[in-house]
């Protein structure tokens, strides 16, 4: 009868120990939350190793760390127009390219050798204007009397395949015009980076750059201190189909933005947009767009061409479909109906 009793009270014991273990799980998993907050580990894909791309990139980068605490994000200096590549094959997490490349690529179109569809996007951050900086002394103010006279000016159009090459390309064939026929009446494009190319005008090496960058940008305003130089204007129709073609967007050059400058200008603007391969895991994406909108105020810092960002700007149209994280996360936050 003994036995018996002790045996029963040892089997309750047994019994609330289990209870009051199960218990004290399910306290803890309420304390320790879900995966919302674990850290990271992501490969990014910035621009060049230094400007304000570079500036930008690390500072997406630190959005990370601020929401997950102890992720670990590496920024592996690209350029925009192979990072479109390498996000396609799925080599990073997210990295940086921008309108007028992704739409190429979707297209199967210059510089790219075949349509991409694993790509999305998740954040349109800063604006790249495209600017036609010439020689004063030339006499000229707009792109059209360079095409319609045949001049023959020596003109950088930026490294093979990037966005200055890009945009000069495809306003030629707007014209029904290509490289070899602007080579052919004694013209010379040359593909030089933004500081050679600056110097080099500077030099009088050659007669114009183009160049895609942010407002204003430092190197064109120091060059225009000791060198006369204008911005060439676009035609309106030329502007237009840009837009409808390519995913342009217009924008204005203000007077005062440069020294130099005393009417106001037509530009061509593309966005510099994260993307992401669009095989990404939702919840993954999710983590990262909730990272970047919940430090807009610090990415606002990073960068004076961040400064003005709007939320709106985010989910503008950039030739992309936004990644089902990000649209899901942008429906939360109430920037998508």
């Known amino acids: ?42 490969t990014f894909l910035g621009a060049s190793s230094t400007g304000p791309g570079a500036i930008v990139m690390n500072g997406l980068a630190e959005c990370i760390n601020k929401s997950y605490p102890d992720s670990v994000v590496t920024v592996v200096p690209g350029n925009l127009g192979t990072n479109v590549t390498r996000i396609n094959n799925g ?5 940086f ?35 036609l900086v010439f020689n004063s002394e030339l006499g000229i103010d707009s792109l059209e009397e360079i095409i319609a006279n045949k001049m023959k ?39 030089q980076n933004i500081e050679t190319g600056i110097q080099m005008l500077a030099d009088k090496k050659i007669d114009g750059i183009i160049l895609s960058s942010f407002v204003p940008t430092p190197s064109i305003e120091e060059l225009s201190k000791n060198k006369g130089v204008v911005l060439l204007k676009l035609d309106t129709e030329i502007i237009n189909a840009m837009c409808e073609e390519y995913g342009y967007f217009q924008s204005v050059f203000s007077a005062g933005v440069y020294s130099f400058l005393e ?40 960068h004076s061409s961040m400064a003005e960002v709007d939320p709106g700007d985010f989910v503008k149209q950039s030739q992309l479909d936004l990644h089902p994280g990000a649209e899901k996360y942008y429906r939360e936050a109430g920037l998508l109906k």
Not at 91 to 95: K, L, V
Not at 162 to 176: H, K, V
Request: charged fraction near 20%; aromatic fraction near 10%.
């Open 263 to 302: 009417e106001d200008i037509p530009n061509l603007n593309t966005y510099t947009t994260f993307i992401v391969p669009m095989d990404s895991s939702e919840e993954n994406v999710y983590r990262i767009t909730r990272a970047f909108y919940e430090n807009l105020d610090y990415l606002r810092s990073t």
């Open 153 to 191: 000016l020596r003109i950088s159009i930026g490294m093979p395949g990037g966005s200055s090459d890009i945009f000069f390309q495809r306003i030629l064939s707007l014209y029904g015009l290509t490289v070899d026929d602007y080579n052919s009446w004694g013209g010379e494009l040359l593909n």
């Open 1 to 42: 009868m003994k036995k018996s009793k002790m045996t029963r009270v040892v089997s309750l014991l047994i019994i609330f120990s289990l209870i009051f273990v199960g218990c004290g799980n399910i306290n803890t998993e309420d304390k320790t939350g879900d995966s919302k907050g674990e850290p990271m580990n992501l």
């Open 97 to 131: 390219s921008n309108s007028s490349l992704v739409a190429a690529a979707r297209a199967g179109e210059y510089p790219y050798n075949e349509e991409m569809d694993n790509l999305a996007s998740v954040i349109n951050t800063f604006t790249g204007s495209n600017h």
């Open 91 to 95: 080599e990073a997490d997210g990295g």
